[in-house]
């Protein structure tokens, strides 16, 4: 066979293939078996509407909830945007004070130049009365404090007192309907429980943020004088400080105070202020206009192991009297230095800070009670406590 008559036979082979599958597309479509592709999706349930309870379709299979929302919206209409302004006098170089350089230059390049100075915090609405508590660095020296509520309603603030020892401060607003956030009780908070925080970090607008309970009774950070702060892991940002930590529910456990950070961002530990401290120090500035804490003139060291051997104890739990100031509330309750105090109003003294902590939160003339050992022996001692010295 030649290659032409190779050629004809593929071509009459091919043609008859055409020619049986027309007829089979054309006559009997049904032994091809062509079927329409089918699309699967699957649909979630529809979400709650707004007011319905909570139910099984609102919660994961462990009974987590799928969502904050309804504890976050009441909470975060009662958090504020808070901008402060102050002007700064900036001096100029001691040499453009000098009489020959005025002389050559004039006056002009003389004196202090004035500046504005922004800034930028959150805060919470404690009371329909218009009280915000807030942290005192986010208003410090401040020349006026606007508020903007999150309807976006304004309002001038007025500051009501400030306590620098636990970096708190509380303004007051002259408005109507005033959203309030509901105090958590600090009995039932536990390391583990979702902190949610509410805020304006960096000024992008209010923020909510979540995070556990990551320590309590957090202190010697070197932040403030008296320090018991709770831990979490929420973000907390610059803008943040002031704002609500709120748990689960949307009840306000803290006041967003400070982070730790090497870079100055969220690394994962931030610190807020108790409610329990915050409303005792709101109080007291709403009643007297400042902290009225209580002193009684000791000087207070830890207890080392060396210092627990010397002494016949245990352990280090307790606080060591290195000094009592003559005449002080210390000194006529009978306190004498080397005294070990292990309690004070019942409550257990880990170290010395714990018991300046302790006794700063006793009232002026309220009675301290203080238990210890002395010489081997356990004592018990009653203090009128009294108010520290002009510092």
Do not use: C
């Amino acid at each position: 066979m030649n290659i032409r008559d190779t050629v004809s036979f593929f071509l009459q082979a091919a043609t008859v293939g055409i020619a049986v599958a027309v007829g089979i597309v054309l006559f009997k479509p049904e032994w091809l078996n062509w079927q329409s592709p089918i699309v699967e999706v699957h649909q979630a349930p529809p979400r709650l509407g707004v007011g319905q309870p909570a139910s099984a379709t609102g919660t994961l299979p462990g009974g987590q909830p799928i969502s904050y929302a309804d504890a976050i919206e009441p909470a975060a209409r009662a958090v504020v945007n808070i901008y402060t302004a102050k002007v700064v006098i900036r001096k100029q170089h001691p040499l453009l004070d000098d009489p020959l350089f005025g002389h050559f230059f004039g006056d002009q390049l003389r004196g202090s130049r004035k500046r504005l100075q922004t800034s930028l915090g959150s805060g919470v609405i404690v009371s329909d009365q218009g009280y915000i508590m807030t942290s005192n660095h986010v208003i410090d020296g401040a020349d006026e404090i606007q508020v903007m509520l999150q309807d976006e309603r304004q309002a001038r603030a007025t500051l009501v007192g400030a306590d620098k020892d636990t970096d708190l401060a509380v303004l007051k607003i002259e408005m109507d309907d005033l959203p309030v956030l509901t105090l958590a009780s600090m009995d039932r908070l536990r390391v583990g429980d979702v902190a949610l925080a509410i805020g304006n970090p960096y000024g992008v607008g209010q923020t909510v943020t979540m995070g556990i309970i990551s320590a309590t009774g957090r202190n010697q950070l070197g932040i403030n004088r008296y320090e018991d702060f709770i831990q979490t892991d929420a973000a907390i940002n610059p803008g943040n400080s002031g704002g609500a930590l709120v748990n689960a529910r949307g009840e306000l456990i803290g006041i967003n105070s400070a982070i730790y950070s090497r870079s100055g961002g969220f690394q994962g530990i931030g610190f807020a202020i108790p409610v329990a401290l915050a409303v005792e120090v709101m109080t007291e500035i709403i009643e007297h206009g400042h902290v009225d804490r209580g002193w009684l003139g000791i000087e207070a060291q830890d207890l080392t192991p060396q210092l627990a051997d010397t002494f016949g104890l245990d352990d280090t739990r307790g606080m060591l009297i290195a000094g009592v100031l003559r005449n002080g509330p210390a000194d006529t309750a009978g306190l004498q230095p080397g005294d070990v105090v292990v309690s004070i109003n019942g409550k257990t003294v880990t170290d010395a800070y714990s018991a300046m902590f302790l006794i700063g939160r006793s009232s002026p003339g309220s009675t301290v009670l203080l238990e210890g050992m002395r010489n081997g022996s356990a004592f018990r001692a009653k203090a009128i406590s009294g108010r520290p010295p002009l510092e």
